[in-house]
């Protein structure tokens, strides 16, 4: 593009020419007051309060510099006393619509409107129409316009109704300079009204996320609702966005496996007598994690649903585990992650009480128990009992809005009540539903709880049945996370050594079809779980391929001629074993 | 009727529409399967005979249809067939013996005394051209006279009935579904040669079991049997128990795959959710 | 048979699969669960090896009961192995019965790995039908070979 001269308040400068010529300034430092401008919208010229004084061969004109393209010699004056007494001028009307708004009145002490001649009135809107451009230009979603003319102009949804076409982004409500539009929240409360999902349409899951990187979610990212937007593809400097990526189903051949995919926490609704959903100030375990990060919707701080903090806080060990209604197993890591809460809590909120109601305490690790003795002198109470309901039926005022915890206290023999601000329920570790179905896709087995089961409890208890495959974490048992660095580094080592190996011995036991005795009756090819078995029409005789045998023998037992046969399982050796064994 | 069908046969042999016709031919006296290839020689066509079913594969293990069809691969030949015949027929397919659909099938019906002396619940084969149906006998009636029986009341009667065993073999190369070229009736591990009367009830055992789901309840092996061993008593049992069990009925649907030769529950199980 | 001596101790052939019931049963070993110990194993890769000529074979030589466990039904280790167990085992005990062998005397049973206590429980079970019924007749066979 060709490149003009122009002088700016008297200085001489280069621009690309019919650039805007408010863009040819601020490349200059110069700053020209806007109110209707915003760089991601076309030029609007509505608010005129960027006029500037521009001379072309001795003519002077007023212009507009958002909007105004610059030409070849041009000169401009920025701030001459015209163009200041214009822009009062200006700021004197729009005061008389809008005479409390803050970004207006800024603008008036800047440029000595004191006391404007036509008023001050009372509406928050300066018809900049940043909104409905917005709306329209960038989010795509054409809910806002401007209706009625003159003085009674004003933005709105068409005919004032709630717009179904709105998208909710609050696109609108950033750009506006006064503040007039808000965005009403109607969900209570800070955590639940930001859960665990994102907190922004591109956003990083969370700080230790492998691989680190910015992902978008596709539910709340504006393009994917209307087409348009995609404001972060102008803004990422790397050019790394790319709204068309979809998912890619990649196969990738390997020779051993690691399963680790972990556990997912109890439903907390099952429980009734919690009163989970019932009752906003009672969450679960990892929901009070997420509050409690630094990262978190409250950047760590501890507050309530009504965003206030709390004074005391209960802690419910074993929800869920060592319970013969759900699972008698203990889920190994409540108790130490509930004492770090309890220790989190004193740390963060100065004088609020903790209960820990507890069945056991189960501190078995390296200086577990040193950091129950430490909470002990911290001051946090310790109950023992389970807890049985938690409602909210106040006694007295002072009762109003808390959540009553009810449990016997088996030390003393009571029944306590206790009235608390918030609940945390620390409830069981649970093998993963999906889990069955990799256990069928990997050929390892589940235990009667769901994790997956080692080879053997001591002496192989990384490996599955399967080989190659190995298990690691808290998808083969509840277990903290020291115990899961543990196993999992040993699996892996058992991978490499396999690796290094080049190779899996599998166990020699795969079924072979005798052609002689076989008459091509395919009952074998019918049964066998692999297809590995084909029938040659031409000889009228089924094979087995060996590589895809799996050793399972269905055929075998199929096969009414004997015609397949197992190796290692032949008939004569299991009659001879009967044989054996009925010899004693 | 039988002229009829002779008539018929004759016709498609005419006119080319098949390249043979195979029934059963009764020359001096005697009625043995056959493979007419020429019109003038459906003289000799009979069918109904107490003639046991017509396409049992041994000893050579192969019968006419299969040797035909390896021979002339994709060339048509009518088949004569009653019920049990039609039942064999599919069964011998599945277990892919022959290629049924090179066959065209021309079925007639047995009537009620035919019926009546092979103790067959289904005396008329689905392809249906000639004849009338008739109601076979019940099974259930049949095999009262074991189910009423008290576990050792039955291990007496077969023990006294297998201990008049030969071990000739009969009731075995009669049977038209018994496919398989090595026999474990043969297997010395489990019915060792030699012993007479064989070990109850091992050699018997296998000939059960194996035919469980493709016995087609033609009563050959008893007919063949010399000793009059009531072997059908066991195997309508056996044929009751898979029809309730696997919801089989061996000969019935040409397309249904056996049970026992499938890694698939039957859909009626599935639907029934059992 | 009427004479069921008292200390009659009846012996099982179990035929386990490698993967569940096999390991199901050395759980309920390494747990330290007690089962009576007329039970003698054989394993097999899967229950779908098993030929019923196997089961007849084992109370021929004179088993007084056979057990065949299993994976339960969708999880077997080779996916459908043991659906053919499931169609194989009744019609097997149906003949048995018919023929006149009781068919209490063979059972199937889907025990995974991690069930001990219940192969544990099986076996009691187990045991105590089999002393019900009394020492299998077909013991020994006609011929002593
Ligand atoms: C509330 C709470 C607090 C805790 N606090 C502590 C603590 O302070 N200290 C401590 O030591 N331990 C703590 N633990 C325990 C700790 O969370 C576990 O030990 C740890 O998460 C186990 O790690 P893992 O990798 O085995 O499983 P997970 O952390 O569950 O990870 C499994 C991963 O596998 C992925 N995955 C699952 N299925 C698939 C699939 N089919 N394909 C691909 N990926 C899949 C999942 O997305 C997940 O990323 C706490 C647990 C809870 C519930
Ligand atoms: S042993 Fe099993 S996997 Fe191998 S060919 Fe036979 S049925 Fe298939
Ligand atoms: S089942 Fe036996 S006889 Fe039949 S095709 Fe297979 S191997 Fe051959
Ligand atoms: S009745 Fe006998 S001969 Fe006929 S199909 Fe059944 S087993 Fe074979
Ligand atoms: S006894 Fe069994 S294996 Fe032998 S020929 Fe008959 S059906 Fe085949
Ligand atoms: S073997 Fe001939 S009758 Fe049984
Ligand atoms: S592997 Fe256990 S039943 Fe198939």
Not at chain 1, 176 to 194: F, H, L, S
Not at chain 1, 238 to 267: M, N, P, S, W, Y
Not at chain 3, 117 to 128: D, N, R, S
Request: proline letters at 5%; charged letters at 25%.
């Amino acid at each position: 593009m060709k490149t003009i001269k122009l002088k700016i308040n008297g200085i001489e400068t280069e621009a690309p020419d019919r650039t805007p010529l408010l863009q040819a300034a601020e490349r200059m430092g110069i700053r020209i007051p806007t109110l209707c401008h915003h760089p991601l919208l076309e030029p609007y010229g509505v608010c005129r309060i960027c006029t500037v004084e521009v001379r072309i061969r001795n003519r002077v004109r007023m212009v507009t510099a958002c909007n105004y393209p610059v030409t070849n010699g041009i000169e401009v004056f920025t701030d001459s006393e015209r163009v200041r007494r214009n822009r009062r001028m200006i700021l004197e009307w729009m005061l008389a619509r809008c005479g409390h708004v803050p970004v207006l009145n800024r603008l008036a002490e800047e440029y000595g409107v004191t006391e404007p001649r036509f008023g001050r009135g009372d509406d928050d809107c300066i018809l900049c129409g940043l909104c409905v451009k917005v709306c329209s230009e960038v989010v795509g979603a054409n809910v806002l316009g401007f209706f009625d003319r003159g003085p009674n102009r004003t933005v709105s949804t068409a005919y004032d109704r709630t717009s179904d076409r709105c998208i909710t982004c609050g696109a609108c409500a950033q750009v506006c300079p006064t503040g007039a539009i808000r965005i009403k929240d109607d969900q209570e409360g800070i955590y639940q009204a930001m859960p665990m999902g994102p907190l922004t349409s591109i956003n990083i899951d969370f700080m230790q996320a492998v691989p680190r990187k910015a992902v978008i979610d596709r539910d709340s990212c504006i393009h994917f609702k209307t087409g348009k937007c995609q404001v972060c593809v102008d803004v990422c400097e790397a050019k790394a966005i790319d709204h068309k990526q979809e998912d890619r189903v990649e196969e990738v051949e390997v020779g051993t496996i690691l399963l680790t995919t972990g556990f997912q926490l109890q439903d907390p609704r099952v429980l009734k007598e919690y009163g989970y959903g019932k009752y906003k100030n009672i969450m679960t375990s990892l929901d009070f994690e997420v509050l409690n990060n630094a990262g978190g919707p409250t950047a760590g701080k501890i507050l309530t649903a009504d965003g206030k903090v709390p004074k005391s806080i209960g802690i419910v060990h074993c929800v869920g585990s060592r319970d013969q209604k759900y699972h008698e197993y203990c889920s190994r890591v409540c108790c130490m992650y509930a004492l770090k809460f309890a220790h989190l809590i004193k740390e963060k909120i100065h004088g609020c009480e903790v209960y820990n109601f507890y069945i056991d305490m189960r501190c078995f690790g390296k200086g577990y128990e040193e950091f129950y003795n430490r909470l002990l002198r911290e001051g946090v109470n310790f109950v023992r009992g389970k807890v049985a309901e938690i409602n909210d039926a106040a006694l007295d005022p002072s009762e109003e809005g808390k959540l009553i915890m009810r449990a016997e206290d088996t030390m003393i023999g009571v029944v306590r009540r206790i009235p608390v601000d918030m609940v945390v329920l620390c409830l069981a570790m649970e093998a993963k539903p999906e889990a069955k179905h990799l256990s069928h896709l990997f050929s390892c087995s589940t235990g009667k709880d769901g994790f997956f089961t080692e080879k053997h409890p001591k002496l192989a208890p990384v490996s599955t049945p399967a080989d190659g495959i190995f298990i690691a974490g808290a998808c083969q048992g509840p277990k903290d996370i020291p115990d899961t660095v543990a196993q999992a580094g040993a699996a892996a080592s058992a991978a490499l050594s396999l690796i290094q190996r080049g190779e899996v011995e599998t166990e020699a036991v795969t079924a072979t079809i005798q052609e002689e005795m076989c008459s091509g009756c395919q009952i074998c090819v019918g049964v066998c779980p692999y297809t590995a078995i084909t029938y040659d029409k031409g000889k009228n005789k089924s094979s087995i391929n060996d590589a895809l045998c799996k050793g399972c023998g269905t055929c075998v037992a199929a096969c009414p001629a004997g015609a397949a046969y197992q190796k290692h399982f032949r008939d004569q050796q299991i009659f001879a074993e009967i044989d054996g064994i009925l010899a004693i | 009727m039988l002229t009829e069908i002779r008539k018929h046969c004759a016709d498609l042999l005419t006119r080319k529409q098949v390249a043979a016709v195979y029934g059963l031919r009764e020359r001096d006296g005697h009625t043995a399967p056959y493979l007419f290839t020429r019109a003038e020689d459906l003289d000799g066509l009979t069918v109904g005979t107490k003639v046991p079913v017509t396409f049992t594969l041994r000893p050579a293990k192969k019968n006419i249809i299969s040797a035909f069809q390896e021979k002339c691969p994709g060339q048509k030949i009518a088949v004569l067939v009653r019920g049990c015949d039609e039942r064999g027929l599919y069964e011998v397919a599945k277990r892919g013996q022959i290629q049924v659909a090179d066959l065209a099938i021309i079925g007639y019906a047995c009537d009620a005394d035919q019926a009546r002396a092979c103790h067959c619940p289904r005396p008329h084969p689905q392809n249906l051209k000639f004849g009338e149906k008739v109601q076979g006998p019940s099974n259930e009636a049949f095999i009262a006279k074991i189910v009423n029986m008290s576990v050792a009341e039955r291990e007496a009667f077969w023990r006294a009935q297998f201990s008049k065993c030969i071990k000739c073999y009969g009731c075995r190369n009669s049977c038209p579904v018994c496919i398989c070229k090595e026999c474990w009736m043969e297997n010395d591990a489990f019915s060792p040669t030699g012993w007479l009367p064989p070990d109850f009830p091992m050699f018997h055992f296998v000939h059960f079991y194996h035919l469980s789901d493709s016995c087609i309840e033609c009563g050959a092996c008893v007919d063949a049997c010399p000793m009059d061993i009531p072997l059908n008593l066991i195997r309508k049992v056996l044929s009751k128990k898979v029809q309730e069990e696997l919801f089989y009925t061996a000969g019935q649907d040409p397309e249904e795959k056996p049970p026992l030769a499938s890694r698939e529950e039957a859909k009626e199980r599935l639907e029934k959710g059992i | 048979m009427s004479s069921t001596p008292d200390n009659f101790e009846p012996r099982i052939v179990a035929f386990l699969c490698n993967w569940c019931s096999y390991t199901g049963a050395d759980l309920a070993g390494i747990s330290r669960m007690n089962y009576p110990a007329n039970v003698r194993a054989i394993r097999l890769m899967c229950s779908g090896s098993v030929k019923p000529f196997f089961i007849m074979s084992a109370l021929h030589k004179g088993a007084d009961g056979v057990l065949i466990g299993g994976c339960h039904i969708g999880d077997c280790h080779y996916q459908t192995g043991n659906h053919l167990t499931k169609k194989r085992i009744p019609i097997t005990r149906e003949l048995l019965g018919a023929l006149g062998i009781d068919p209490r005397r063979v059972r199937l049973e889907w025990i995974s790995a991690a069930e001990g206590q219940e192969f544990a429980e099986v076996i009691h079970e187990f045991v105590k039908e089999l002393k019900a019924l009394g020492p299998n007749p077909l013991a020994g066979g006609d011929h002593a070979h």
